[in-house]
């Protein structure tokens, strides 16, 4: 038999657009040139799919778990101008408004009956009700990704926008997010009460870094905020009453685009993931999972890079490279067709049984991360054993259903050299290198899947 006489062609690969979550992380959206979907974040589930023969979507932003969709056209056939919002209704199946705009959108966040849109220069606030009424507007320096936040907590008030000055975030008040109006019984517990106002005045204005921003983050909560800049090395924290910077974090040393953070519903960890394929897991609590410092952190107050905190445990997700290995002619892509940015992801919280409960009883429920690819694979991620903010260890740790291509390892950042001292702290940093290898905690891959295929959706 001539084998070389036989071509092996690949699964024609996934598009995705656009994916988000939604604000609990209950649910995602995923956009490709076909439609869009929605699906249960966990267990992986596909709720309901939308096809359009009309054109493509950018991005479809869900509005908490409710069926109210916010859709933005987009690609090299946009189904809608760039210079609209769409209202959708997905249980109706229909548009219910639209929004039209003298430039093009650069971004949504929205919470309960509240939507942000933000432009080139500017940031504009609608309230959404039985109608959708305009009510600020807020100018802000050049934001061409279109960057804003919104609490989303009950009793929330927080937007966060670009300031305009570059490097600045303005922190924006509006009015409490009303709580979800629970379903069914009352509950044996009260609900919470509205909180008392804050003792003094927020601050306004948070001078977050000298260069240009690249994410802004806020928790359900609103009490913090999560920066990072175009040099992608730094992610700083801060407190949004009194812009007091809480901590500083180091992804590496090298420069990186951050595609997002994310902090964890009880505000202990917090997750940052970008361009170098690998999600790094921050603690921002005093006590419990201590985050890694260099044997060198002494010289700190020389040398601010010794001192920094690095990451306590990581994850690398496999390249595209890895989830298409055969290649043929058939999967080529047409001159016109879309382009999907296949390394990006998008990664979000949510609660799970854990793996380290003892038998005979009900599990433990843990917080997880779900870190969803643009090529179509769906991981399920737990914290490392033996951790504090862990349940209890247990010998079960393998992955179930189909196995993900396997990662290359995990790379080490790279110190910069610093000349007054390069010469003393050489051999240190090999070792430093040594330990830091030793010594890192990967998250646990618990489930893998895929989704996003047209034909089945995974």
């Known amino acids: 038999m001539n084998l070389a006489r036989h071509s092996i062609t690949a699964t024609s690969p996934v598009q995705i657009f656009d994916t988000h979550f939604d604000a609990d992380c209950q649910i995602f959206t995923t956009t490709t040139p076909a439609g869009f979907a929605v699906y249960q974040a966990w267990p992986l589930k596909l709720i309901r799919k939308r096809e359009f023969s009309g054109g493509t979507l950018a991005a479809v932003v869900p509005c908490h778990t409710s069926s109210l969709l916010f859709l933005l056209g987009g690609g090299r056939s946009p189904l809608y101008p760039p210079n609209k919002v769409v209202v959708w209704d997905d249980a ?83 009015p409490p997010c009303t709580p979800l109006t629970p ?76 595609y997002g953070v994310a902090f964890r519903p009880d505000e202990k960890d917090v997750c940052v993931w970008s361009d170098k394929g690998t999600v790094h897991l921050f603690s921002l609590m005093t006590s419990g999972a201590s985050n890694r410092q260099s044997s060198l952190a002494p010289l700190g107050q020389f040398v601010k890079y010794f001192d920094s905190e690095w990451s306590y445990a990581q994850y690398r997700i496999p390249a595209q490279a890895a989830h298409i290995s055969l290649s043929s002619t058939s999967t080529s892509r047409s001159p016109t067709a879309d382009v999907t940015d296949e390394e990006k992801c998008m990664v979000g919280w949510i609660e799970a049984p854990s793996d380290r409960s003892e038998t005979g009883r009900d599990p433990h429920m843990e917080y997880q991360l ?89």
């Open 183 to 258: 379903v069914g019984p009352p509950p044996s517990v009260p609900p919470a009460r509205t909180p008392p106002p804050p003792s003094k005045h927020p601050i306004s204005i948070i001078a977050a870094h000298a260069s240009t921003l690249n994410t802004i983050t806020v928790p359900p909560s609103g009490h913090m905020l999560a920066t990072t800049s175009s040099r992608g090395t730094l992610v700083r924290i801060w407190d949004t009453l009194t812009g007091k910077l809480l901590r500083e974090f180091r992804r590496g040393s090298d420069k990186a685009e951050i």
């Open 92 to 174: 109706a199946g229909e548009e219910v408004a639209e929004l039209e705009f003298r430039e093009r959108v650069r971004g949504l966040a929205c919470r309960r009956g509240w939507l942000a849109v933000s432009f080139r220069r500017r940031v504009v606030v609608f309230e959404v009700q039985e109608t959708i009424t305009r009510r600020f507007e807020f100018d802000t320096s050049d934001n061409p990704r279109g960057l804003l936040a919104m609490a989303t907590g009950a009793y929330s008030t927080l937007l966060a926008i670009p300031g305009r000055q570059m490097g600045h975030v303005q922190l924006v008040h509006l």
């Open 370 to 458: 779900i870190a969803l690819t643009y090529s179509g694979g769906w991981y399920r991620l737990s914290l490392p054993h033996g951790t504090p903010n862990a349940t209890l260890p247990s010998a079960s740790g393998t992955p179930t259903s189909s196995s993900p291509p396997k990662a290359s390892p995990l790379s080490r950042p790279r110190t910069s050299s610093v000349s007054s001292i390069a010469s003393r702290v050489d051999k240190g940093k090999d070792r430093e290198r040594f330990r830091d290898h030793k010594d890192s905690r990967e998250l646990v891959l618990q489930e893998y899947r895929k989704y996003g295929r047209w034909d089945g959706w995974g």
